[in-house]
């Protein structure tokens, strides 16, 4: 197994600590202490399994791709008919290694694509991947996930090992799981085996591949944890086993909660910054350079995506149910949705002291998707910030070569404007710069506001 160092803020002493990880064995090693201890037969190989994967979003088509290179058989299933014809033709977020991948995998057979959930009563493997986002008052939308669970339970045979990865509320696993599956008379642990094991896809960035990326496995029984960690172990190199499902779901949920606060941080001393003009982004490097006890994040427009801004509501909401507080996630959570209006105000501020009332004022928002380099608009600040200007009387467009329209919270639509000049805007919002586009453009703007911090192109730009 890989060494991994664990990214603990403990003073340099996390070393201490590594022996309380439980680091799942080499297959062979495994198997040989098996055999010696008398327990049961070993697993059959990996490669004679039957594996389908449920949801073909951001994680499940890249571990779909991932597995189909090591297997010779791998089921895509998704209900979602345009998804299918996006992947079989390729039209897809993936980098090129994985496209390659993906394309070998679909002309040599080893991944098919279907939205027959009948697909999963032939599988030895069922791996749940299904979006867990929140609703417009930020309460977890299940909708997805029960739906897959029940599909799962029903086409459910003995023999078989599920393991889901979706990000969720603690006892998940367990109550759309472990307990139906047991009242349909399949007891899990002996039966079916069962366990939850978190993704940890980074879309858009090619340095966080799969195979380096440990993950953590936790099963409701030890051989649960065996089983599901044979597969996992075909993603990565490290894979570490925890007790339980529950104690895997809070894993995810801490890491992502995690970020969320340090963000919120980030961006409140990038606001610091500004107060006694200095540059966030030196002195959060700065502050990098001591190698314990800190672990910096950069200030932006605001947090998007699938995880930050929907994951820590799914434990909010699970505390809230118990009468639990946590003012601490809370106040992260506001402070994170409050950040796009910082931009529209700041904009407001610029076009005010250039003379320009904010009523007709053309600016254009340069890069709308949550990230560079993705073509994803799901919580993306962008949104807001558009929706904001507009209010303020602003005719506001967009630049983003990845995204060719976009709708509004009030179902206005809005087309990319493919080839903008600088001059043609009395300001320009920098929000998202892809890699491989020239931006220079806005350089020619008269004002140019950096809610990235971090765009060099424009010598007259201002910051949040």
């Known amino acids: 197994m890989t060494q991994h160092h664990l990214a603990l803020a403990v003073n340099g002493r996390e070393r201490l600590l590594s022996d309380r990880l439980v680091a799942y064995q080499d297959r062979t090693e495994e198997d040989a202490v098996r055999q010696a201890a008398g327990l049961s037969a070993p697993v059959p190989r990996a490669r004679q399994e039957a594996v389908v994967i449920l949801g073909l979003g951001y994680v499940g088509l890249p571990t779909a791709c991932e597995l189909a290179a090591r297997r010779s058989s791998v089921v895509g299933v998704d209900v979602s008919a345009p998804r299918l014809r996006a992947v079989a033709d390729g039209d897809v977020d993936l980098p090129p290694a994985e496209r390659g991948v993906l394309r070998e995998a679909l002309a040599d057979g080893s991944l098919r694509l279907t939205a027959d959930p009948g697909a999963l009563e032939e599988a030895d493997t069922v791996v749940v991947c299904v979006p867990t986002p929140v609703d417009e008052d930020r309460v977890p939308d299940l909708a997805a996930m029960r739906d897959a669970c029940a599909t799962v339970v029903a086409r459910a045979r003995a023999g078989q090992t599920i393991i889901l990865t979706s990000t969720t509320f603690v006892g998940t696993t367990r109550e759309l799981l472990v307990e139906p599956l047991n009242r349909r008379g399949l007891v899990v642990g002996s039966q079916v085996h069962v366990a939850f094991s978190p993704e940890r896809i980074d879309p858009g960035n090619h340095d966080h591949v799969q195979r380096d990326t440990p993950r953590i496995v936790g099963g409701v029984t030890p051989e649960c944890s065996a089983r599901a960690a044979r597969v996992i172990g075909d993603l990565t190199d490290s894979v570490f086993l925890v007790g339980s499902p529950e104690a895997a779901e809070l894993t995810k949920l801490y890491e992502n909660i995690f970020r969320a606060v340090n963000l919120a941080l980030a961006n409140e001393m990038a606001d610091v910054c500004g107060v006694l003009a200095l540059d966030p982004i030196e002195v959060t490097l700065a502050a990098g350079t001591k190698p314990y006890g800190f672990l910096g994040s950069f200030p932006g427009p605001g947090v998007g995506g699938h995880c930050i801004p929907c994951d820590p509501y799914y434990l909010l909401w699970q505390l809230r149910e118990r009468g639990v507080a946590a003012p ?50 799901r919580e993306s600040p962008a949104l807001p910030i558009i929706a904001g200007l507009a209010a303020r009387g602003v005719d506001v467009r967009y630049h983003d070569p990845l995204i060719d329209e976009l709708v509004l919270p009030d179902g206005t639509r809005l087309a990319a404007e493919p080839e903008p000049r600088g001059a043609d805007w009395d300001l320009v919002v920098v929000h998202t710069v892809h890699p491989g586009f020239d931006y220079s453009w806005a350089g020619d703007c008269p004002q140019v506001l950096d809610a990235t911090f971090q765009f060099d192109l424009a010598p007259h730009r201002q910051v949040v």
Not at 330 to 340: G, L, S
Not at 345 to 367: F, I, K, S, T
Request: proline share 2%.
């Open 328 to 377: 601490m996630i809370d106040q992260a959570m506001r402070c994170i949705e409050r950040r796009p209006e910082q931009v529209v105000h700041r904009a407001g501020q610029l076009l005010e002291a250039a003379g320009v009332a904010a009523a007709g004022a053309r600016v254009l928002v340069a890069g709308v998707s949550y990230k560079a380099g993705v073509r994803d608009l």
